[in-house]
């Protein structure tokens, strides 16, 4: 395989859990199908929106994201799902992290 991607679902929100493409693969466009194929399929299932957290100081994480239209979240913005994530990432020593959703 040349990557995968897997979402969870929890009500009417989903979250992209995990998305990697094969380095031998890179920048020719299988992660942005990859995500668009998971949120074209979620939108077909009548979910509301895609989140997903990553790392916000590297360069290839967010601004990826940002560039198929996820939008950053503030603190104020998290679900109850979102922030128990970005809680178990922190505790598990993972720093510099964010949420982003894509409304579907």
Partial sequence: PAGFALASVLGQHACLDEMDV???HARRGFGRALVR???DGLRRQGLQSLNLTTFSHLPWNAPFYASLGFCHLDEADLSPALRAALEREAALGLRQRIAMRLAL
């Fill in 22 to 24: 094969h380095p031998a």
């Fill in 37 to 39: 194929a998971v949120a």
